[in-house]
Each structure stands twice: as C-alpha cells, then as structure tokens.
C-alpha cells in the first residue's frame, strides 16, 4: 500500500496523510486519528529515514508537549509558536536538515514519551519548553539523551541545553518606560496560568519600579487566561468591581504577553476606558497582531529568529561534532514603542 491509496481510502490529500504519518500540524485530529487507523489496518509501514551517520537525509524533529500551560492543542495557530515554527524550518533547510514534527499529549506525558524515544529516528530534538517544568525536563532528557536542545525555557541547574528569552530584560525595560513617562499608579495584568517565562517577567518589571520608589498596589493587579485575543468578561467583571469602589485606574498596565495585553485593550475599549488617554498599555513578545490592534500595540520584541536559529545550530552541533558541554543562551529583547503608551500629564 502507498500513500496515494491511504488518501484515497480516508478521502483526504496525499499531503494531509504526511502531516499525518509525520506528527506536522496542519490538519484536524480527527483527519489524523482517521488517517492513522487506516495505516495501521493496513499494515502500512513508511518508508525509513536515514540518519545523518548512514546516509544524506538528515533530520531534526521539532517536540511539543500539549494542552498544559499556554501550549494549546493547536499550538501551530498561535502567533508567537507560528512565527518560531517558521524561523526553525528555514534555519533546518539552510543547514541541509528536514523538520519533522511530533506531538504528546500531556496526559500522556510517561507512556507517550517513552513510544517517542523508541520509535524517533530523527538526528537531534528540539524541545518547546514554554510549559514544562524542571522534573518533565529531566524526564525528558534521560529518555532523548543529549542531542537535545530546549527551546523558550531555561533552568540553570538542569545539565541540559536551553535557548530562551531574556524575560527579566524585557519586562525590565517595559516598567522602566511606564516610570519615564511619568506614570506613578502603575497596574500588572498576569496570566491565570503559571509559566516560568512569566514569573521572571514579573520580577523584572518589579526590579525597574523598585529604582523609581514605585511599588505595585495589590489591588493593581489583575488575572487574565493567556490565551485569548478577543475580551474577557472576567477581566471586564474585576475592572468594573474595582471602579464600584469609586477608585480610579491606574494610568498604565503592563500585561505578561501581548495576548493579555490586546484583550485588555478590547476589555477596557468596551468599558468606555480610552487607550492610551487614560490607561497606557505596555505587552510582551511583538506578534503580528500587536501592530493590527487599534491604537498599535506597545511591546517588547522577542528576537524568535535568533532564539529559532540558535536552537537549531546546537542540536547540530551536538550530532554533528559531539558536543558534551551543555549551554543556557538567553536573548535578549528590544523595546518597541507604538501607540498605546504616552507620558503621565497627571
């Protein structure tokens, strides 16, 4: 049986049972499931792929650890794992590599990492790190070995290597804006969902106050899902109990991503509250959709092209001259000013 036969039996394109066959988003759950099953009574076996050792067909496979975190099902549909995606299979194609893709199930996380060991056939692995913590990222180092590279996380004690996102620079750069604009009441919108990038972005951005004499209120601060680009009437129900009380906003708000940050804008337009007359508002990561939002999105760019290519050379590097000496990289990030934040005329 070939792959032609298997499209034609699930009623989907030959290029859909690759997405399928290979792990590669791109297609439904259920198209793969269906996919699969067919394969699988079938008997059909793809054809083996060679290492970089037997022969010329080299490869990397991209791992990713669903529905926990920020790490949606769909992850690929996202605009910061989108644009990492992309920027990680034009540095593989540059150095002679394929990409492949594999996805586990967090609730399978033992039995499936474990299948994933046994049957990968790739060169090296990078690892999305976003949610995983240290004991998962131990766990999966010992299973994968060494040539292995965690990509958007960063444990220092781990003997692992790691490329991730100077978080504590961005966000320090973010409160330092807000203070030199002249913004004393200055509130924190965080995610309902505990990530380490985001604790370090939360302890950079306290750091810059903390050199103005500016401390956070506990009634500043606010929590929001990480994951959503239209508003939330969560947030919308705690801005309006805050006012009830007769206080006002603070004058600007710093949000843990730029997800949080445009939902906050869309929240706040529909309660009457003008952006940036009244509230600036100050997010993380400069996606795509940071400059569609009206009035543009002030934020802190995440360098994903470096982080991608970076990635990409130390599993290299690791297969190809052995490399045993573990690194953490951290990028850094680069303040862009737009149109949602102004000075404080107060």
Not at 19 to 32: C, D, Q, V, Y
């Amino acid at each position: 049986m070939k792959m032609e036969d298997i499209a034609k039996l699930a009623g989907v394109s030959k290029s859909a049972v690759s997405f399928a066959l290979s792990g590669k988003p791109g297609i439904s759950n259920e198209t793969r499931e269906r996919v699969l099953e067919i394969a699988r009574e079938h008997g059909y076996t793809p054809k083996p792929r060679f290492s970089a050792i037997e022969g010329s067909v080299k490869s990397l496979s991209f791992l990713v650890f669903t529905n926990s975190g920020i790490v949606l099902e769909e992850y690929y549909q996202q605009p910061f794992f989108r644009e990492l995606i992309h920027f990680i299979e034009e540095r593989c194609r540059a150095k002679g590599y394929s990409l492949l893709f594999s996805t586990i199930n967090m609730a399978y996380f033992d039995q499936e990492i474990r299948t994933f060991a046994e049957d990968n056939q790739s060169d090296g692995v990078i690892l999305l790190g976003t949610n995983l913590t240290p004991t998962d990222i131990s766990e999966i180092a010992k299973q994968l070995g060494p040539r292995l590279v965690v990509l958007d996380n960063c444990f220092d004690t781990l003997p692992v290597h790691f490329v991730g996102i100077n978080n504590r620079m961005g966000a320090y750069q973010a409160g330092s804006h807000f203070c030199k604009l002249g913004h004393r009441e200055i509130g924190y919108i965080a995610s309902n969902v505990n990530l380490h990038n985001f604790e370090d972005r939360k302890e950079g951005f306290q750091e810059a106050l903390k050199e103005y004499g500016i401390q956070i209120q506990p009634e500043h601060h606010f929590s929001v899902a990480p994951t959503m680009l239209s508003s939330q009437e969560d947030l919308k129900t705690q801005i309006t109990s805050y006012l009830a009380t007769g206080r006002t906003l603070p004058t600007a708000l710093f949000c843990e991503c730029d997800y949080i940050a445009i939902s906050a804008m869309k929240t706040l337009t529909e309660l009457g509250i003008r952006i940036p007359q009244e509230v600036s508002v100050i997010g993380f990561d400069n996606i795509t959709e940071s400059q569609i939002i009206s009035p543009e999105l002030t934020t802190i760019h995440v360098e994903k092209q470096r982080m991608a290519q970076l990635a990409v050379d130390i599993v290299i590097e690791s297969i190809e001259v052995g490399q045993e000496i573990t690194s953490k990289i951290r990028v850094d990030t680069r303040f862009v000013e737009r149109r949602s934040s102004v000075s404080n005329n107060q």
